[in-house]
T-cell receptor, first 111, second 117 residues
């Protein structure tokens, strides 16, 4: 079966760096995604990893280790608008493609 | 910009009533997903369509939920009768190629928030 774990909540200070970890167990791994979701809104795509290593996109970076079933999302130069939930999601191919989401990590950015 | 349209945005109903949600995915996209997101949890896949055919409805509570996509374009998700535990955000999504990453990613509509009293 599928299992995705990430911390429930994190708090960080404006201008700082925060790392949100995600561990997963799945069959037919076909990519790991991070989505951002502001309160009351739909999730929006942030990053994608399918090979091991670091993907950097502006202030956001995402890392994947397939052998360890581990990923992290790194947010630099935190801004107040980064306060949101961050969802780790795994796409698996078990005869068809399916994206499974973790429960999300609520990030609070304080001044 | 192409987007997924959903209605209604908000729905309040009493338990045992029927409720329906509508989704119009991004034009020309064959795959359509319905997810349910309970407050404080991640989205859970309810049903996946490829054109008018159901590809995966293993997590759909079929005793009370139904979904259809008759012409392979827009889709309707129905709940009858609604229960208190059905209070959630119902999200519809298309699969879209993200040019910078080269990945097919889920693009969600704004969602339909259901409150069952």
């Amino acid at each position: 079966g599928q299992n995705i774990d990430q911390p429930t909540e994190m708090t960080a200070t404006e201008g700082a760096i925060v790392q949100i970890n995600c561990t997963y167990q799945t069959s037919g791994f076909n990519g790991l995604f991070w989505y951002q979701q502001h309160a009351g809104e739909a999730p929006t795509f942030l990053s994608y990893n399918v090979l091991d290593g670091l993907e950097e996109k502006g202030r956001f970076s995402s890392f994947l280790s397939r052998s360890k079933g581990y990923s992290y999302l790194l947010l630099k130069e935190l801004q107040m608008k980064d306060s949101a939930s961050y969802l780790c999601a795994v796409r698996e191919n078990t005869g068809g493609f399916k994206t499974i989401f973790g429960a999300g990590t609520r990030l609070f950015v304080k001044a | 910009e192409a987007e997924v349209a959903q209605s209604p945005r908000y729905k309040i109903t009493e338990k045992s009533q029927a409720v329906a949600f509508w989704c119009d995915p991004i034009s020309g996209h064959a795959t359509l997903y319905w997810y349910r997101q309970i407050l404080g949890q991640g989205p859970e896949l309810l049903v996946q369509f490829q054109d008018e055919s159901v590809v995966d409805d293993s997590q759909l509570p079929k005793d009370r939920f139904s979904a259809e996509r008759l012409k392979g374009v827009d889709s309707t998700l129905k709940i009858q009768p609604a229960e208190l535990g059905d209070s959630a955000m119902y999200l519809c999504a298309s699969n879209v190629l993200a040019l910078l990453s080269g990945a097919n990613v889920l693009t969600f509509g704004a969602g339909s928030r259901l409150t069952v009293l």
